[in-house]
Each structure stands twice: as structure tokens, then as C-alpha cells.
């Protein structure tokens, strides 16, 4: 990612919106940015899984799981399949767990905090719609940039 957060912002502000500065950052990986897809979850990481085992070249994966400080909706399993499939990286409006093992893994995850209990697989959920948290609406198709001053949100990709 070339375009800091903090360059963005002076040059489209009042365009831009701004994540909470709630979330805790995982893996190797400081800074990602993407074309945002996302999914409407709780406790059920089923799309979770689904989604991280396609192509998610140049796109980021927004996780909306309520908030939920129960269970992981995602660990070093799924960080994998991110990797091997090309996601920019991963913001969880929820909680994780394999932090240890993510922390060295080569991505960059965002997420509320951690959990050993995982989630249950019983397919709930939606996919591809828009979701509302933390201050932000994300919208499926535009852009999330990520570094170490924050998350931030575009309608069309940024070139500087």
C-alpha cells in the first residue's frame, strides 16, 4: 500500500470515513487496502470459511459478527486460506484466536480482540450487503485502506 491513511484523508476529507480506533492489529503484515466485500454474521463463521477460500485478489474481507465477544470467528486456519488465496486483509467486528501463530503469518488482520472457543458451522449468514459498524458503513465494492493511524473508507479506489 503506497497511499497512507493519513495522505488520504487530508486530500478527501470530508470524504472519508473513519473506523473507531477500537480494533487490535494481527499478523506479520502492517498496512493492506482493497476493494471491500462483505459478510453479515454471528457465532457462525461458515461465509467466513467460504469466502476465504476463494479469490480475493486486490479486496479486503469485512466481518461483521455483531460485535460478539463470545467466539473466534476466525484463527490461523482461515488466516491461511486468506494467504493462499490473495486477500488484502481482514477486519472482524468481532474476535479471533491463533493470534500467536496469525502474528507471524504474512497478513494483516483487524478484530476486536481474541478468543480460544471457535465459532459454530451451521451456514447462518449473509453475504455481499451492505453493514454498519463502528462508525462506518461499508459498502460491497468500495475501497478500505488500512495502516498503523487507522481504517479508513472510500467510495473509489485512491491513486496518489
Known sequence: MNETTCDISDKLHPDVQYLDPVYKSYGAKTSFSGRIVTIKCYEDNSLVE??????????????????SMNCAMLGDKRAADAIKNEWEGILVH???????????????????????????KNGAGDSNLTVNFSGVTFTPGEYLYADEDGVIVIKEKESL
Not at 469466502?51 to 466481518?63: E, P, Q, R, T
Open 50 to 67: 467460504k469466502a476465504l477460500k476463494a479469490n480475493g485478489k486486490d479486496s479486503v474481507l469485512v466481518i461483521d459478527a455483531g460485535g
Open 94 to 120: 468481532g474476535l479471533i484466536r491463533d493470534s500467536s501463530t496469525i502474528n507471524k503469518m504474512e497478513i494483516s488482520i483487524l478484530a476486536l480482540g481474541v478468543c480460544p472457543l471457535k465459532s459454530i
